[in-house]
């Protein structure tokens, strides 16, 4: 993308001006740099531009791929284009508002030649100011200088406890001890028979008794 770089990347400076170009779309107005607002104010009519085609399935398919969402096409073509079909460009203007307070930058409204009676998209039609648009956090910070005397408390949200739940195994049946075999009657035991002596009496020798 060719033009002012705004000290960004290519995806951070297409995403700044496809939220410029939202909030445009969405409530008619915006207030922003002059040099936004100048790079706003020619993406307006390119946009218009597209969303003039003769083809208006395409056109919608366009403007969705750059918006990212499909009811800010659906404005640009059902609600913008009608208010600017006797024009051929220059759908926006720039109007200086002042300084900004911080760095003394100037500062530029950018809105279309002719505004819509309805703001908004068609999923939230008339949206509130931006001033008046609460969150939940501010909701909370409100509440809490109502009752404690100015005093900011933080919200604490409870955390949802993980109960662990145990995974119980089947018990196996118990099994059935089998019934003990009857004891077999002891076997008597026979007496060991005598051992004969090893050493037998040997006969007396003849000359052993002619000697007697």
């Known amino acids: 993308m060719s033009g002012r770089k705004f000290n960004r990347d290519t995806g951070s400076r297409k995403a700044l001006l496809r939220s410029l170009a939202s909030a445009l779309v969405r409530e008619g107005h915006v207030t922003t740099t002059a040099a936004k607002g100048k790079t706003l104010h020619s993406l307006a ?4 531009t597209i ?4 083809d208006q399935l395409q056109a919608r ?4 791929a ?4 499909r009811d800010a096409a659906n404005v640009m073509v059902d609600r913008i284009v009608p208010l600017h079909t006797d024009r ?3 759908y926006t203007t720039l109007s200086v508002v002042g ?3 911080g760095d003394n930058a100037q500062m530029v409204e950018v809105k279309w030649i002719n505004m819509p009676t309805v703001t908004g998209t068609f999923a939230n039609p008339n949206p509130a100011p931006k001033n008046e648009r609460t969150t939940k956090r501010a909701a909370a910070v409100k509440t809490a200088k109502a009752t404690k005397g100015g005093k900011i408390a933080k919200t604490a949200t409870p955390k949802s406890k993980t109960v662990a739940t145990k995974t119980t195994t089947p018990t196996k049946p118990a099994i059935k001890a089998k019934p ?3 004891a077999k009657p002891a076997k008597s035991v026979k007496a060991a028979p005598v051992a004969k002596s090893a050493t037998k009496a040997k006969p007396k020798s003849k000359a052993s008794a002619a000697k007697k």
């Open 99 to 101: 300084v900004r307070a």
């Open 61 to 64: 398919r366009q403007l969705q």
């Open 45 to 48: 009519d390119r946009l218009v």
């Open 51 to 54: 969303a003039k085609g003769s």
């Open 88 to 90: 051929t460009s220059g």
């Open 66 to 69: 750059f918006f990212g969402k």
């Open 180 to 182: 003990a075999k009857p």
